[in-house]
């Protein structure tokens, strides 16, 4: 199946629903939502949430990688999160 | 078997070899190695305990408590080195046991084996070190570890080892990454992260690779290491030697964490979620799903009694307490 960049947005927001279903009472359901801060992501969301798009998406996402790479992890978004799974899914191989 | 005209039967392979190679490891080379730790935003971690719940844990000041939680997190980055450690040698084992028809799972290998021994090294340096503290692995680990070494097939020890326990454990202390304020643990982490993500590819590939009779000849041997693993894994969150030095008492500490376990949903995460990681390399099993929900919970309070963990707490000042 094919994803556009909303399509991708959309199944992430879909997933964080399923795997994190408590959210801050400020968070907004958008690509600027932070894990950590509004969808209070943790070790095993963040195993989960990797399981669940990897299943959805039929590719590795590695979600700790995503996470490694980023210099502040609070500034990590939902928008974030989609753009690397848009990444893996078309990455050469 | 000297041929240098071996080829590699995937590009994918190929790729994620050269990025490998590529990948230059500069923990090492952190300026932070030559400054002091912080040891008070170190224990400022942010996390809770498996005893939060505890009236003996509550009792403590809030000081206390965050002594007990960074002890704890030091417990586990030792569990994630002797893992490491483990990796080496099964990484040997993998390289001298896999099809050598081409270079891909050999050569591929052969960068793990390179990766855990960085890792293993410079969390041992960190730990040794700059924190000054050295805790034995878990014995559940240690005896799956043991098992993973006689393991014949190298299939089962790349699923096992690196699907089951290291992806396992990358997932659970990322968090670290974002709870931790330490910066030089945080580099290490990050950096130990990125190798697994080309770990993770190549198990993928392996898998994906495998003919449907060999899928079907180690079922039975992979649901088995599968389940053991994993009651390795929940057995290793239970920090009982950091517990005994506090004096909790041992059934208390039992009950407690499994129940704060329960209440985070991490024994749903262990029945439920993990075996999808052995589906998605096509062992679906639901054997293998059965077992870890009426079996699990018990493994681990049989762990907790029947292993008596032996450990070497060292302070800052080089003094070595047996505990």
């Not at chain 2, 299939?155 to 690196?162: G, T």
């Not at chain 2, 009950?255 to 052995?278: C, E, K, N, S, V």
Request: charged share 25%.
């Amino acid at each position: 199946m094919m994803y556009d960049h909303q399509g991708i947005l959309t199944a992430v927001l879909q997933i964080l629903d399923e795997v994190c279903p408590e959210r801050s009472a400020n968070a907004t359901r958008s690509a600027q939502a932070s894990l950590i801060d509004d969808y209070y992501i943790d070790s095993l969301k963040i195993a989960e949430l990797s399981l669940l798009l990897e299943e959805t998406f039929d590719v590795s996402v590695f979600i700790p990688h995503l996470i490694a790479s980023v210099s502040d992890p609070h500034d990590l978004t939902v928008g974030a999160l989609a753009e690397f799974v848009r990444s893996n899914l078309t990455e050469p191989t | 078997m000297l041929n240098p005209d071996l080829p590699f039967a995937s590009a994918e392979i190929e790729k994620l070899l050269g990025d490998a190679a590529c990948a230059t490891w500069t923990v090492s080379q952190d300026p932070l190695w030559d400054r002091p730790l912080d040891f008070e935003r170190l224990k400022e971690v942010g996390t809770a305990s498996l005893l939060q719940d505890i009236p003996s844990f509550t009792a403590l000041s809030i000081t206390q408590r965050n002594e007990v939680i960074h002890r704890e997190g030091l417990y586990h980055l030792h569990n994630l080195m002797a893992g490491e450690h483990l990796g080496v040698f099964l990484a040997a084992q993998i390289i001298r046991d896999c099809p050598n028809d081409s270079l891909d799972c050999a050569y591929f290998t052969s960068t793990i084996l390179a990766d855990e021994r960085n890792h293993m090294l410079a969390l041992r340096r960190y730990l040794r070190e700059k924190v000054g503290i050295v805790f034995s692995p878990n014995p559940a680990l240690a005896r799956i570890f043991d098992e993973l070494m006689r393991e014949t097939s190298y299939e089962v020890k790349l699923l096992a080892s690196q699907l089951c326990l290291e992806w396992t454990a990358v997932s659970l202390i990322s968090s670290i990454q974002f709870k931790n304020p330490e910066p030089l643990l945080r580099n290490i982490l990050a950096a130990i992260v990125r190798d697994e993500g080309r770990h993770l590819r190549f198990n993928r590939w392996v898998f994906a690779h495998l003919t449907s009779a060999r899928i079907a000849e180690l079922q039975p041997r992979m649901e088995e290491m599968f389940f053991e693993t994993t009651v390795a894994i929940v057995a290793s969150f239970f920090a009982i030697p950091v517990w005994q030095q506090y004096g909790f008492a041992p059934d208390a500490c039992r009950d407690y964490a499994l129940r704060d376990l329960h209440a985070r949903g991490a024994m749903r995460y262990f029945t439920r979620i993990l075996p999808r990681q052995l589906k998605r390399c096509r062992f679906k099993s639901d054997r293998l799903i059965h077992l870890l929900e009426t079996e699990l919970e018990q493994r681990i309070v049989d762990a907790h009694f029947e292993l008596q963990p032996t450990c070497i707490a060292t302070d800052t000042t080089g003094i070595r307490h047996d505990v």
